[in-house]
């Protein structure tokens, strides 16, 4: 453990030195290219057979590839022990089941751990490959393009279009709208949104189904408000905070050697926003569907502590007799 803790100490201050010197090579990018402001779209790059392909895109399958081939180097050689790269993994693994287990309950975190897990991994990972030095800066000048928009790079922060979050909110809730039917039923779905909660008297019934039926209509809407609310609360800050480091990396009264320098200290702040909004998009995700489908559970989870009490009883009928 001593070694282990060394070879972290050793390896993180040789990133710390080498921090520096990648902010001065970003900062000489930015100066000599000309860089433009952010724009709040994806900018196309390129289009083979007439579609359109995005700089936002190919960061999504650059990180989505890194995913993968970190995934099948760690299950390459799978061991009972696990040790270095696979131990690494199935602790991400464990713990964030757990996690989700603990929020949503172990039947629900099953069946829709896979969709929330990879959710979150590649969310953090588009986040962070977005601060790599030279996201955003590597790229070509377009000639006849309008004044402001000439430069194109290659990369751009995924979560940074909103097209990537539309996506992925879009998709959880044709999920969400899945899991529910399948958990609690269409009837139990309406009933839950509209039906009188608790016992009421049939006078007092008349008159709490109109009040009920009035707050169905704003939980609808509460509904159909959050997809939209999922995707532009990470495009928002995703693209906030990178707008924010390239607008400190090319102030002009600043030497082009030291551009990097005022974005530093926000270039670690945006490390921990790039997890915190990982983190939030899912934990949304996990209570929007543990709200709707947890009386189910509830009754799944009692009805499987309910199975063992049987074999107590028959063991104290022997001791008995």
Not at 258 to 263: D, F, G, I, N, T
Request: glycine share 8%; proline share 6%; aromatic share 14%.
């Amino acid at each position: 453990m001593p070694s282990r803790s060394r070879f972290v100490a050793l390896q993180f201050s040789r990133l710390v030195a080498l921090l520096p010197f990648l902010f001065l090579g970003l900062g000489e990018a930015f100066a000599a290219a000309g860089h433009d402001h952010l724009p709040q779209s994806a900018e196309e790059v390129a289009k083979p057979f007439g579609i359109p392909i995005t700089n936002s895109m190919i960061m999504v399958w650059v990180v989505a590839l890194g995913i993968i081939i970190l995934c099948r180097l760690a299950t390459k050689k799978m061991q009972l022990v696990p040790s270095g790269l696979q131990n690494l993994v199935e602790w991400l693994v464990e713990s964030l089941f757990n996690f989700f287990a603990g929020i949503m309950g172990e039947h629900l975190a099953r069946r829709s751990f896979w969709f929330f897990a990879t959710s979150f991994i590649l969310i953090l990972c588009c986040n962070w490959a977005g601060l790599i030095p030279g996201v955003g800066t590597i790229g070509l000048t377009a000639e006849n393009a309008p004044a402001g928009d000439q430069f194109r790079p290659f990369f751009r922060g995924a979560n940074a279009d909103l097209n990537l979050t539309m996506a992925m909110s879009v998709t959880f809730f044709g999920l969400w709208f899945y899991w529910a039917f399948t958990e609690i039923g269409p009837k139990n779905f309406f009933a839950h949104i509209f039906a009188p909660k608790g016992d009421f008297g049939k006078l007092m019934l008349v008159l709490m189904v109109p009040l009920f039926l009035f707050v169905g209509v704003i939980e609808v809407i509460s509904i159909a408000v959050r997809p939209v609310a999922l995707m532009f609360r990470l495009y928002g800050n995703v693209y906030a905070g990178e707008n924010m480091l390239e607008t400190l990396m090319i102030m002009d009264k600043v030497p082009d050697y030291l551009k990097w320098l005022p974005a530093l200290p926000f270039y670690f702040l945006e490390l921990l926003v790039g997890l915190i909004q990982a983190l939030v998009f899912v934990l949304l995700c996990a209570v929007f569907t543990k709200l709707m489908c947890e009386h189910h559970d509830e009754d799944h989870e009692e009805s499987g502590h309910a199975e063992p009490d049987p074999e107590p009883a028959a063991g104290s009928s022997a001791a008995n007799s």
